[in-house]
């Protein structure tokens, strides 16, 4: 298929990521793990919906602190997304973000379509989304809001469900077909989900919309005339020169809805089509058994793990040996700093253990011990009272900040690459091997001027050791004032 | 009760702790695990024995590869112990280390008795176990060989069962009663082993003996003449002054032979004593149960474990936090370098996973990061193409070796204590947050001389770094020649 100049895709990159935890982190989310592929699943939205428009016309909604990371996994796009990231100062469900990202679809294009799609979920089968994509765009010029059913293959009580009006035939392109939604429901029991799959003309929702930018705002205006009235007022303050933190200060204020309550179910011009591709949400360390390879066992295995008789169980290995005999339908998780072990069935129960965590201010809900940066990563080897270990590999190219810490000094061993070190006035590389000392109070960068990554060792000394003990003078990433 | 000069305890310590993987490895076996208590199985039964018999008289009966660590955990007992090691040079199964035993007690006392034990049994009733010990030396005294017998408490097919004659009472002290042995059965099948516990006059081998040695060196003369020909000729080599190799040649000849099968099943002097005290030989992770408190679902749980609605599992939990969900008669063991899971029914298969292991060449089997040494330890933290970063730990008055490595330099950088540092005519003290290197083939000793513990980071750089590479000038431990 052709890709399409009015059409912008409107990438929902905010979630939280505790249903792969220990895989994904608050700071680590779902969207930027490998899953049912060699790309994450960012990655492979990206590429999918690449597809369907120009790579300049792409917009990532997301937040501060997810940003970087998205950034570091979409380099490949970096000229064309210099502009396309829209960061929620705060998180306010999918209504408020996606009527942000409208605001900017239409001051570039004021017929605009929007495609919105979650960041985070697997699509098999390019060509029949291309196709979809195509018969939703010509309902949603008409003037539709049109969404992308799911054929279900299992009584989900998980989804909502779409019932088309089969009387209302809008289009047809194919075997596709789109119709006038006959009506939404909400999560259903497990009785009425069995009926819904035996009846076969209910579809889930997927979550993935396409609109004209004017009209989702027209319809949002209609319907939650709140979020309307905030969006004029950030486009008045925007044209004004306001601060950023007056304009969040109006998106803080917003009372969190989704695009699903709050504009779908409520809109006369909700459309669906049916769709042929195959979708998960992989919502969950069970639903990886709809994307990803099994074994001959039917067990999904990743890393070093050796295994006796298991069957249809999940085991995933990251840098530790995984020995796993006899086990049926279990997921076992192990990652450098936290191990899960869990039936499949209660899979859904992670949300609870990362609950815990977070009551306990554990450090293992929020981000893992290898912590990526915009110049490279840093991986927590250990720590105990007064040190801390580091491995710090810093990309070619990549500079860290002029810095100084006030509690600890740092000492530096090479162990690949030629990094290029200041202290103070001095500026000197070090070879394999060497090393340095960086005094408390003392300015100091790293950075890698040559081809190799450079990996050091750095052992820090000190009464506190937090990362927020900086003080940064210089910054090629614009983060002078925080961390 | 009373210690009797006489009795000489014989600790069994040769164990190669597969059952135990991934707490237990070929070079840290179950005996140096602490179950059951606060202190590690061969601590426990060094406490045991010393109810009955002075510190000076026990033996440890193990191999050059863990007297190190043994000697560690029995620190307190230095200076008793002092002569009490029989290395055997290579296993070569019961029967032999006992002649082994048996010789040096002869050396120490003609009419000496002794007492074989375990190092790796849980045994719960020190009074009872005294008592057992008591009315098992008179026997034994007649000059009969006496086991303990245990009452079944399971159809268990995996040990051997002692059938007393009950007409032949050759004693008695309470409630305790010694009989003859009718028979000896292997290793029963399920429906015999139903019987036997049905029966009640069937007891379980338990693997502890007494008797003396003069006795059991004339009874292995009887049914293994070999050994005794053997013994013969290591105490005419050690009386004339020949080397430890020659020596150890003669021992490494000798075909393997448990004492069970070679002698007792075989010996017209047979004794049992059924006893009263609570035992385990904790086989195999599924029997930490016997031994282990639980928590209110069952669970034996170590570690920062976070678990929902889990029951008769064992889950243990080391540096890394672990979290499960619903297991039910589960183990989960999660070490530093490998995790394991696994059924209880299936946890004899560890032994499966270790060989799988072993074939690889892979470390995880053979010993853990951390390397307990005879100045302190060692753990590795990270490794990968020509960099290894370890902790090293110095205990206080402890000191490595005086030595050079052709192939890597080293950094080290105090984190606690204040090592002195010798490099070649150098000799140095280096405080917290300080940092030294050593260069290639550059003669350097790491010492404690405080009264705090010494921890270092030590960054090493090379094309090889294994342990191998090392050059001992100077040594207080011995090892001069070999690691």
């Not at 970096?78 to 306010?92: C, I, M």
Request: aromatic share 6%; proline share 5%; charged share 25%.
């Amino acid at each position: 298929m052709t890709t399409t100049r009015s059409l912008f895709p409107v990438i929902m990159a905010g979630g939280s990521g505790t249903r792969f935890w220990p895989l994904s982190r608050h700071l680590f989310p779902k969207q930027l793990l490998r899953i049912g592929g060699e790309h994450t699943l960012i990655q492979q939205t990206m590429q999918r919906v690449l597809g369907c428009a120009p790579a300049s016309n792409v917009l990532i909604s997301t937040n501060a602190a997810q940003a970087d990371l998205i950034r570091t996994q979409l380099v490949d796009w970096k000229e064309d997304l210099a502009n396309g990231f829209l960061l929620e100062p705060e998180g306010r469900n999918t209504a408020p973000a996606i009527a942000l990202a409208a605001i900017e679809v239409l001051a570039r294009d004021p017929n605009g379509l929007m495609l919105v799609v979650p960041a985070d979920h697997v699509v098999t089968g390019q060509r029949d989304f291309g196709a979809a994509v195509q018969l939703a765009s010509q309902l949603a010029s008409k003037g539709y809001l049109v969404t992308f059913g799911i054929k279900p293959i299992r009584p989900e009580t998980g989804y909502g469900y779409i019932k088309p009006n089969g009387k209302s035939l809008l289009g047809k392109r194919g075997k596709l077909r789109g119709y006038v939604v006959q009506k939404f429901v909400e999560k259903p029991n497990a009785r009425k989900a069995a009926q819904y799959l035996k009846a076969g003309n209910y579809f889930w929702n997927s979550g993935m919309f396409i609109w004209r930018a004017a009209t989702i705002m027209e319809e949002i205006g209609l319907h939650q005339p709140a979020i309307k009235a905030s969006m004029d007022r950030i486009r008045k303050l925007r044209t004004e020169g306001a601060s950023k933190q007056q304009i969040d200060e109006v998106y803080r204020r917003i009372a969190p809805v989704s695009i699903d309550n709050g504009v779908m179910e409520r809109s006369s011009k909700a459309a669906v089509v049916p769709v042929r591709f195959k979708w998960s949400d992989v919502g969950s360390w069970g639903s990886l058994d709809e994307v990803a390879e099994k074994n001959r066992g039917g067990n999904v295995v990743t890393g070093r793990v050796i295994d006796i008789d298991s069957t249809q169980s999940i085991v995933y290995a990251d840098r530790r040996v995984v020995a796993t005999i006899g086990l049926q339908d279990m997921v076992v998780v192990d990652t450098p700093d936290a191990t899960l072990v869990c039936p499949k069935s209660r899979a859904q129960d992670v949300k609870k253990i990362v609950d815990i965590l977070k009551q306990q201010q554990a450090p293992e809900h929020l981000e893992h011990l290898t912590v990526q940066r915009p110049w490279g990563s840093y991986t927590v080897l250990e720590e105990g009272p007064g040190f801390k270990v580091k491995r710090v590999t810093v990309n070619p190219g990549g500079r860290l900040s002029l810095q100084m810490h006030h509690q600890r000094s740092e000492h530096w061993v090479v162990i690949a690459g030629t990094p290029r070190v200041t202290r103070e006035q001095e500026v000197f590389d070090l070879q394999v091997g060497e090393s340095t000392a960086i005094p408390v109070k003392t300015r100091h960068r790293l950075e890698n001027p040559g081809q190799e990554t450079v990996h050091i060792i750095e052992v820090q000394n000190g009464p506190y050791l937090g990362e927020d003990d900086i003080v940064r003078f210089k910054d090629d990433y614009g983060r002078t004032a925080s961390s």
